[in-house]
């Protein structure tokens, strides 16, 4: 049965540092997503990754991929005020398209 | 744009009422799934459909059903509502197969159960 952690769950941090989040998945997979969730919100996709060692980057944030650690990370650079939201992984099970979802690491930036 | 609608925004139901959520989309996904978020526990699988009449169990199926008698729609049943089953819940849809299609999600319903 297919599983996916997390961490951390709260990431508070200083406007202009670095950080990252972990994703971590129990069995094999092909697709892994990375969403965004503003308050009250719906979610909003920001990455797929398909294969092994994929690197995909929007703004300040970088998604990578290791397909043999069943590890991915979304990686912030510089963090600023616009990037508070909760942020989640999710993995495709594999031979089918259920997609199941990570706990979500909600993320606050201050000054 | 792709679109991805939940009937209500928010719901207030007395215990034992039975309780439908309807979801629809209008990009000739093939799946269709049903999540409740709840703080601290991320987004659970309730249910998932791949086609018309099909479906599977995802991680809290119980009690909770499904009905997908039409492509494009998608719809949660709550049979005897209880107060734990008080949540957001999320419907999305996603191209089925290979590729880097992503699973779109509709506003959200909250559910309140009194």
């Known amino acids: 049965e297919l599983k996916v952690e997390q961490n951390p769950l709260f990431l508070s941090m200083q406007e202009g540092k670095n950080y990252t989040i972990y994703c971590n998945y129990s069995?094999?997979?092909?697709?892994l997503y990375w969403y965004r969730q503003d308050p009250g919100k719906s979610l909003e996709s920001l990455f797929v990754?398909?294969?092994?060692?994929a690197v995909k980057q929007e703004g300040r944030l970088m998604a990578s991929l290791d397909t043999k650690a069943r590890l991915s990370t979304l990686h912030i650079t510089a963090a600023v005020h616009d990037l508070s939201a909760t942020y989640f992984c999710?993995?495709?099970?594999?031979?089918?398209?259920?997609?199941?979802f990570g706990t979500g690491t909600r993320l606050q930036v201050f000054p | 744009d792709v679109k991805v609608t939940q009937s209500s925004r928010y719901l207030v139901k007395r215990t034992g009422e039975k309780v439908f959520l309807e979801c629809v989309q209008d990009?000739?996904?093939?799946?269709m799934f049903w999540y409740r978020q709840d703080p601290g526990l991320g987004l659970r699988l309730i249910y998932f459909?791949?086609?018309?009449?099909m479906k599977e169990k995802g991680d809290i199926p119980e009690g909770y059903s499904v009905s997908r008698e039409k492509k494009e729609r998608f719809s949660l049943i709550l049979e005897s509502a209880s107060t734990n089953q008080t949540s957001m819940y999320l419907c999305?849809?996603?191209?089925w197969g290979s590729g880097d299609t992503e699973a779109f999600f509709g506003q959200g319903t909250r559910l309140t159960v009194v």
């Open positions: 999305a849809s996603s191209f």
């Open positions: 069995t094999t997979s092909d697709r």
């Open positions: 990754l398909l294969s092994n060692g």
């Open positions: 999710a993995v495709r099970a594999l031979n089918t398209d259920k997609l199941i």
């Open positions: 990009m000739d996904h093939e799946n």
């Open positions: 459909s791949y086609d018309v009449k």
